[in-house]
């Protein structure tokens, strides 16, 4: 099964930025579509960005233009990097595949935006 480590969260305040690292125990990226999930407190999981193929990308609306999705699939690794950070995206950020059936989701790792 594969493993998904998520990595690069932070405390920053508005307007920062940062970059999240989602590694895989084997290449995933190539083949499969794949994103970047996040849930704020109380609030149901949703999916930020995504990768098809490595060419489709897609953002949901309240991201555009200031994250990024991206890969490297030498290192098994997947990226978002977030600009122009505000406090409505504080979440905690988590990596998978697009549908069912999904990989063991990993521990995410928190992102927290002070204003």
């Known amino acids: 099964q594969v493993q998904l480590v998520e990595s690069g969260g932070g405390l920053v305040q508005a307007g920062g930025s940062l970059r999240l690292s989602c590694v895989a125990s084997r290449n995933i990226f190539r083949a499969n579509a794949i994103g970047w999930y996040r849930q704020a407190p109380g609030k149901q999981l949703e999916l930020v960005a995504s990768m098809h193929s490595g060419v489709y990308l897609n953002y949901t609306d309240s991201v555009k233009g200031r994250f990024t999705i991206s890969r490297d699939n030498a290192k098994n690794t997947m990226y978002l990097q977030m600009n122009g950070l505000n406090p409505e995206d504080t979440a905690v950020y988590y990596c998978?595949?697009?549908?069912?059936?999904?990989?063991?989701w990993g521990q995410g790792t928190q992102v927290t935006v002070s204003s």
């Open positions: 998978n595949t697009l549908w069912s059936p999904y990989y063991n």
